[in-house]
């Protein structure tokens, strides 16, 4: 029973600022509670979630946010895999590459997507001016409905991968050398120590990495706002946007807190889905391999 | 089957880790390597395996020079010190991922596997991951894969290390069956003297990466060409007596014999051993220690005595055997 014990402050930390807050956003998706209601809570069992369910810009949002996360992890962990390999060879001074590799990850998202949306500027930014002096021609990143998400996904790359490089380094560090050695000895080449060793073995530490990520990405805020402000024509506005929209800016905390209640059980979907998928690959990958 | 390492040198920038070794392993002998840590033993071991690069010289097995061949194709059976299994695998998955990637069909896996499985008896643990395993299990494990491999040499670094006493007394007789009554050369890395002894034919006894001496264990036991390897081999450490010349004098606690008359000493402790005891003295000569029938007892005075035959002469200088 000791252990009840001591877990207990852990947990009640945990119950204050991750189960309360799903409690208060439950109870508050099913009242109104606006500046049109002048503030006060009204009960209106189930009116936030039937306007949820016929709202178009909700919909664009879910699908914008799941493609967004889906694209720049996937992105992020194949190419954090390859850092991470790199950085785990006995290159010359391997502890500066290590830190500054990790640069990006370190400024603040604010600073680094004003930096990008600098870059992706048209008419003036550097981007634009080089695809024009090499002849490519003229793009209006930011202001394209159909690129303009690509712009957000390539500056979350640029920076959070060195995170997942550097979670996976630590698990690149956690393999024993005499495995390799001994696999060597056994026959195995370096692709085949790759797949048969160190993929497997760095499985806890991608899961891990994915989770984080996911997590994060479904969340974006700071990033979007900053390069795009949602727009153009809404086209790179996340859940956490519109939330913070129905919020901040139509003072509508009822249905924010349904936005946000919605994002969630969207977020524990989509990591169910994510899981399902990964057992079947990996099943897969022991057989073919 | 033989192993020759001929003038083999390793350096690392600008330490050498072994200078000039020369080593004959023959047809079913076990060496052991035997000396401290970073005396060269496990380099020089990874050299055999192909795991590193000798600076100078030559490896030869069964008489073909194997320098520029690659570590799979030397066919070593090595076992680390780690056991080094694979953590994600289950018993039969580890002993049969070499032979996939060597090229074995499935069925033929299959069949070398489970008759290894049965040799190691080892059996009821097939699915069984090696952290589900006790250590002497994962030993087993490990010995499974290094038989499988069907080497040319068999390469053991500190195979009993990770194992507490009594097990390492058990596994002794196993893997004596298994790996050293083949006729595969067998190069025993090990810094228990006991275990040297125990285990191999010949032992060689490495210091600072050279070469002290090689011989049988009785032979490193009764005249050791230098000091070190007299106070390396045998326990409890050679007695080494004052003396105002160029020579150094040596004898061994159990060749010095407790008498009616003698050189006289005080006793200063004892050690109960069982069959024996271990007696800590002060003589004229220093303080020595005596092994002894553990039924008798002494009062603070004892006179003890030595043939001088017994003795061993090393020159102060070089530390190499005079007599």
């Keep these: 029973m000791i252990y009840l014990l001591l877990i207990t402050p852990a947990l009640t930390l945990v119950l204050i600022v991750f189960g309360f807050p799903i409690v208060r956003y439950s109870w508050l998706s099913l009242h109104s509670y606006s500046v049109l209601t002048g503030l006060d809570v009204i009960p209106n069992t189930a009116a936030n979630w039937v306007r949820l369910l016929n709202d178009d810009r909700f919909w664009q949002d879910a699908i914008q946010t799941i493609r967004f996360s889906t694209l720049s992890v996937s992105i992020e962990l194949v190419l954090a895999i390859a850092i991470a390999l790199i950085l785990h060879q006995k290159i010359k001074r391997r502890g500066l590459v290590r830190a500054l590799s990790l640069l990006p990850w370190a400024l603040p998202t604010t600073i680094m997507a004003l930096g990008w949306r600098w870059i992706f500027n048209t008419p003036y930014g550097p981007l634009e001016n080089i695809l024009n002096t090499i002849g490519v021609g003229t793009f209006n990143f930011l202001g394209d409905p159909r690129y303009a998400w690509l712009t957000t996904v390539i500056a979350d790359v640029w920076k959070t991968t060195p995170f997942i490089a550097l979670l996976l380094l630590a698990g690149l560090q956690s393999i024993p050398k005499d495995l390799y050695e001994a696999f060597k000895l056994e026959g195995g080449n370096s692709n085949q120590s790759f797949l048969r060793i160190t993929l497997p073995l760095l499985e806890p530490y991608i899961i891990l990495s994915l989770l984080f990520r996911i997590a994060q990405a479904f969340g974006v805020f700071d990033l979007i706002q900053v390069m795009t402000g949602g727009g153009p024509a809404g086209t790179t506005e996340s859940l956490g946007l519109y939330a913070y929209l129905n919020a901040m800016r139509f003072l509508d905390f009822g249905y924010s807190a349904t936005v946000m209640l919605a994002s969630f059980i969207l977020l524990v979907f989509y990591c169910l889905m994510l899981w399902i998928l990964l057992s079947i690959s990996k099943r897969i990958y022991e057989l073919i391999i | ?323």
Aim: glycine fraction near 6%; proline fraction near 4%.
């Design chain 2, 1 to 323: 089957m033989t192993l020759q390492l001929i003038n083999i040198s390793r350096r690392v920038k600008r330490n050498w880790i072994i200078r000039n070794l020369n080593l004959e392993v023959g047809d079913g002998e076990c060496i052991a390597l035997l000396g401290p840590s970073g005396c060269g033993k496990s380099s020089t071991l990874r050299i055999i395996a192909g795991l590193d690069k000798p600076t100078e010289g030559q490896l030869l097995i069964n008489g073909k020079l194997v320098n520029n061949i690659s570590p799979v194709d030397r066919r070593v059976g090595m076992v680390f010190q780690s056991y080094a299994l694979f953590p994600h695998l289950s018993v039969a998955q580890n002993l049969s991922l070499g032979l996939k990637v060597r090229g074995d069909s499935l069925t033929k896996q299959k069949e070398k596997v489970s008759s290894i499985l049965s040799i190691m008896q080892l059996d009821e643990y097939s699915e069984r991951l090696p952290i589900q395993l006790s250590g002497g299990q994962r030993q087993r494990v490990a010995l499974a894969r290094a038989l499988l491999r069907d080497p040319y040499v068999y390469l053991l670094d500190e195979p009993m290390s990770n194992l507490d006493a009594q097990l390492r007394e058990e596994l002794r007789p196993e893997l004596r069956r298994l790996i050293l009554s083949g006729d595969q050369p067998v190069v025993y890395v090990t810094h228990d003297q006991h275990e040297a002894m125990a285990m191999a034919n010949r032992i060689a006894v490495l210091n600072n990466g050279t070469l002290e001496q090689i011989g049988t264990p009785e032979e490193l036991y009764k005249k050791p060409s230098s000091l070190f390897v007299a106070r390396f081999i045998g326990r409890p450490q050679i007695n080494i007596l004052r003396s105002s010349t160029n020579i150094i004098k040596a004898i061994r606690p159990e060749d010095i014999q407790i008498k009616a008359e003698g050189i006289r000493c005080r006793l200063l402790q004892k050690e109960w051993l069982g069959i024996n005891q271990l007696i800590y003295l002060e003589s004229p000569k220093g303080h020595i220690k005596v092994i002894c029938d553990s039924r008798k007892s002494f009062s603070d005075s004892i006179y003890v005595d030595w043939d001088e035959s017994n003795e061993h002469h090393f020159d102060a200088y070089t530390n190499k055997r005079l007599n």
